[in-house]
Structure formats: structure tokens, C-alpha cells
């Protein structure tokens, strides 16, 4: 049973350039959030998915956009990438009607230059 | 003052010791506690999950919520140099009166601590 898969593993950017980065749910999973998590700190809540809609958002500017597709897989959009925003992108599912807790995968970082 | 607050540590302690990790928080529209554990360049990985007050074991793990107090703990009995990683602690609301989660709310993390086990 595969769990959640993100993609790439490593990325690195320039300041002012676009990226997206790429999450796949756990097997049964219909919900996706995703997370930043800066050197040294917790994971911070970016936004989340189901039903292909964004149903919460976190504190971060609309340069950060997403995308639910009907296989529940996702996409994190940033835009004019800032060095603030090297970090590492996690991404979470979990079945909505559940308590079930939402199980992460390995993440994205990111490296601005 | 931030939601969730957790010592960041670092904590080191000989193999076999007994290890206490505590998180403190504000909301007191938390239901849901968890403790991730998150190894170099990995995502993390759930080690426990308990809903409101009371304790939770699973193995050499105990998990305690004292909703009163706005306070969770982790323990680690015997501990093993494998256990070394950070261990964060995570919270979320609760959801409808029937206790299904009406959209999985996010979560809110510590900013983890650093546990590293002396063979």
C-alpha cells in the first residue's frame, strides 16, 4: 500500500521564478494539505484540498496556489519565488469522513538561490 | 504568543533512559493530539494519536493529554539510539457532534524538539 508520494525530491530556484511541486495521496485518501516547514521549525499549514476546491488556507500570500485533480493527486504553485521560501513542502492526506490522522510524506525541498 | 509551543531542545540522554517530551498550547478548541516523529530529510512519521484527555501506550510509547491544563506529553521507556530524530507535537479541532471529522481541520504544530540517544 503506497503512501504519500511527492515529487521532486529537491529543487532548486532562482528568486523570481515559478515552481510546482507534486503530491500523490495514500491509497483511499480523498483529502490533501499541504505544509512548510523552514529549517529548525514545526510544519506550517499552506492550504487544503477536497472535492477539488481549496477548503482552508493558512497565512500565506496568493503567490502560493494549488490544484486538486479527480484522482485526488495535487499540486503547490509558488510564484516569484523569494529566498524566504526555501524550505521543505510536505504535503498530508486523509480521508475526509474519518478520524483518521493525516499521514505525510517525505516532502520537496526547495532552495532558492 | 505562538498557539503550540515545544521546547526545541536540543535533548541528549543515554540509551535505556526514560525520555519526557511536553508541548503547552492556547486554543482550547483542540481535540486531537499527535506526536510525529521525523527523521533527517524524511517527512514525519505518526507515532500517536489521542483524542481529548487521558493517556494512550503503544509499545515503549505513552502518550498524555490533560486538556485542563493545556498540556501533552510524550514518553519514551528504554530508549534506543534508532528513537534519536525530532518529535513534534500536532493538534487539531474537533468536528461534528457525531465525532466524524467534517473536513480534516489542519493541524497545528510544536516547533519540535531534538532527541538524540547516547549508545
Redesign the interface.
Known sequence: DAG?TQSPTHLIKTRGQQVTLRCSPKSGHD?V?W?QQAL??????IF?Y?EEEE??R?NFPDRFSGHQFPNYSSELNVNALLLGDSALY?C?S?K????Q???????T?LSIL | QKEVEQDPGPLSVPEGAIVSLNCTYSNSAFQYFMWYRQYSRKGPELLMYTYSSGNKEDGRFTAQVDKSSKYISLFIRDSQPSDSATYLCAMKGGGSPRGLIQGAQKLVFGQGTRLTINP
Open positions: 504519500v483529502t494539505s505544509y529548525g521549525q514545526g510544519p506550517q499549514f487544503q477536497y477548503r482552508q493558512g510536505l498530508a486523509t475526509r469522513l474519518s478520524n490522522p493525516q499521514h505525510f510524506g517525505d516532502g525541498r
